[in-house]
């Protein structure tokens, strides 16, 4: 469900600070119908290229507030809204070539009344915006 | 025979349009309201940015809008996040806490029924039962496929419910229970995504036989299936199909009912559920609550085609109104 609304075009982008091109970020939204709480969110996992980005080099961001996401576990006083658009910042000095990445998105969702772990998987051919 | 049921939608069959962010609240509601279906579902994890803290200017614009629209606020469905920590499950108390709060925000919104999640323990809602009748609120079961009221897990809430006789439980069946037909919107994504059309006739023939679809999944496995394959059968054993007969068994406690739907046709019918059957039950039965409609198909067709739930919905309505026309004098 909605696995096609995950990754969203036009947000793959280098991260530049001070000058220093530090990393990369890409938007992605939740494969849910509701919103749920950052503590049931167990993984958002980035591979671009083939090679998967390190959890702790990982920054997730909502509506201007941002976690580790090795910590999200902890964050019961926040949520991933329905349909909002998740800012994954990934530590990468030099960042990506420009061009078009192919990019996957791994998520598990921690879903009380599921036996199974939501989330799920997502792959697109995303070009590098400026 | 004349009936006492009324016409709702469940907010949840806008999910397609609140996720892309193309429908707000408000313009479901209008939507709600100009096809007659003027008892409105909401389901609060979905729709209220925030949650579970609501902002008072939200439950403001959001009774404006009821009043505006001449819509009613009716039902409520909560979620039961047990799982919420790392490592541990919400101990009993934690969750009839939970409720309770769900219990709460459902009296701001002036909604009534509670749609309790079926994964919802009984004795969660045996110890909650008091607070939501304090408040005038009932706590309903929704009875979703594929459960029934035989299976020990509703068994074990009709003891409760038989035990502590509070008008504040009940039941909220969903029409998922009565698949009769393979909803084709999903063996036809199936096909899209690769799947064999031979497995897919083998799963949709064994489900529309109402043949043993318990080995299907591992039957497709045999045959070399790959995932999707292997998701439709285990889809075939996510629906089910039972008489329609079997809403009379809890009918005195059945007090709203989720009007699941995949599919409508051209021909103005749901593809799957027989709806005629279902409606002539209710009304045989007495039932006086609303039919409040569910559209589920937009995961199924996204994929291929903008989703379009306003004409689903539309349509569903139209489909209702003349079922339940047939029964009024």
Redo the contacts between chains.
Sequence with gaps: MFEKYVIVPGTLRNVVESGRTTGFELGVRMPYYRGLGLSMVEDVALTVDGVRAAPEGTTFTVHGNSYPLTGLGEVVDDRWELGEVATVRVDHPGGLAPGVHDVEVSQRLRISYMPVPGGGRARAAVELSA | MSHRITRGVSL?SF?EE????TMTVRDAVAVAAKIGALDIEI?P???I???PRVSDEWVRDWHDTMAEFGTRPLAYDF????????GRRLTHDEQVASVRRDVDLAVRLGTTKLRA???TPAEVLRDAAPYAEEAGVQLLLEVHAPFHYAHPWVLRHLEVMDALDSPALGFMPDLGCFVERFPRVASERALREGARPEVVDLVVKTYDDHGDVHGLMDTVNYLGGGPVEIGLARQATHYTWRDPRMLLEQIHRTHHVQAKFYEMTDEGTEYSIPYDRIVDVLVEGGFSGCLSSEYEGN?HI??VHPVDSVDQVTRHHAMLERLLARHEN
């Design positions: 949840y999910q609140f996720f892309l962010r389901i994890e979905q729709s940015p925030g949650f979620f039961l996040d047990t799982l919420r920590h790392p999640i079926i994964s995961r996204q994929d």
